[in-house]
Structures are given as C-alpha cells and as structure tokens.
C-alpha cells in the first residue's frame, strides 16, 4: 500500500519559533509537493522538488523553505513561525514518467498547524 | 481569476440521487485529477485522466478536452460519499497541480 506519511496530525507552535514539518514517501517518487489549505481559498502551492536537493517555489514561497536532501523525505520549515502560517499543511508525491507526464498524486493526512 | 473553476460549490442531496459535479479549466492541461477529502483527512486521488471516460465503482469521470471541461458524477449516493470534491489540473509540462476551491457534498440518509 502506498504511503505519504507525515509527521504530526496537529502541531501548536508559539510565534517566532522554528518549525519543521516532515514528510515521507516510501514509492521511490521523484516528485514531492508541500501545500496549505484555508478556507475559501483551496489548496496553494508553496514548494516543490522534482529530484534530490532540487527545488521550485510555488505560489506562496514567502516565510517557508524546504529541504529535500533524500529521495524519501521532503521537509518544508518554517524559519519564524507568524500567526498567518496557522493553517492545513499537506505534502504530496507523484512519479515522473516522462517530461511531460507524471503519475496521480498521493497525499499525506496533513498536518494541522496553530501558531499561537 | 482562478484557473479552475467548480460548480456548485456546495451540494446537498438524498441518499440514492444521481450526482454531478462540474469543473472548467482555462488552460490547456496534460491532464486533470478528481480528488476526494474527507473531513479532517487527508486527500486521496479518485480519477486522474486526459481524455474521454473513466468509471471506478460508482464514480464516473469525464472529460472533453475541446470544451476544457469534466464532470464528476456519483450513481446512488450514500451518507459515505460526503466529501469535499477538488478538481486538479496538471498544466504542460509542469508538473504541479493547479486546484479548483473544491464542492462539499452532503449526502442525507
């Protein structure tokens, strides 16, 4: 069975505070996606990586970085957490076939994140 | 203006109704996702496709490539099915996912 795994279902952190969010695939996957969901807004994009310690910015960089430094894991981090980063974090991964087309994506349970 | 538009939004319906969910798309895409979130859950991929018809139990998806458009239907709903419906496109080359605001439906017994 597939498996997108991250590392807490819910995380409360004070403001200012550093802030790793960890994510592992166990489908030798080439890509690896981290995104928040709120409310009327959907799903945004804040990183990808498309192979090791390669990565892009998405829609919503600003506040986040990541690190990709194995295939398997993919963490995104939050270098001084802010009340507006409260939010639904959910990591992805897909499997690049070709250029141009890449396996259905699989996602973890998320991770519910309070900055307080 | 968002690249991927839903409809409805939100959807109420009986136990046993025929549902469709609608999504249009602005773009030329290599392919689109129908995804299913459950509440507190994460998100699982129902349908990935790039043309034509595909069936899963008793969900079908559809797609006409020419008029940028898919439907998620659902034949005899039931309460299970309540779910949050996010439509997904993968646009050229790149491999993100471009994400419509989702449709929540409720299935009433």
């Known amino acids: 069975d597939v498996k997108v795994t991250q590392s807490s279902r819910y995380l409360v952190k004070r403001t200012g505070e550093k802030v790793f969010l960890e994510c592992v695939q166990d489908?030798?996957?080439?890509?690896m996606f981290w995104y928040r969901q709120d409310p009327g807004l959907g799903l945004r994009l804040i990183y990808f990586?498309?192979?090791?310690?390669?990565?892009e910015k998405g829609d919503i960089p600003e506040g986040y970085s990541v690190s990709r430094e194995k295939k398997e894991r993919f963490s995104l981090i939050l270098e001084s957490a802010s009340t507006n980063q409260t939010s639904m974090y959910l990591c992805?991964?897909?499997?690049?076939?070709?250029?141009?087309?890449?396996?259905?994506?699989?996602f973890g349970q998320g991770t519910r994140l309070t900055v307080v | 203006k968002n690249e991927v538009e839903q409809s409805p939004q939100n959807l109420t319906a009986q136990e046993g109704e025929f549902i469709t969910i609608n999504c249009s798309y602005s773009?030329?895409?290599?392919?689109l996702h129908w995804l299913q979130q459950h509440p507190g859950g994460g998100i699982v991929s129902l349908f990935m496709?790039?043309?034509g018809k595909k069936k899963h139990g008793r969900l079908i998806a559809t797609i006409n490539i020419q008029e940028k458009h898919s439907s998620l239907h659902i034949t005899a709903s039931h309460p299970r099915d309540s779910a949050v419906y996010i439509c997904?496109?993968?646009?050229?080359?790149?491999?993100?996912?471009?994400f419509g605001k989702g449709t929540l439906l409720t299935v009433n017994p």
């Open positions: 990586s498309y192979d090791v310690k390669m990565k």
């Open positions: 496709l790039s043309s």
């Open positions: 489908m030798d996957h080439e890509n």
């Open positions: 997904a496109v993968t646009l050229g080359s790149n491999y993100k996912l471009t």
């Open positions: 773009v030329g895409i290599s392919a």
């Open positions: 992805a991964s897909s499997l690049k076939l070709s250029l141009l087309w890449t396996t259905e994506a699989f």
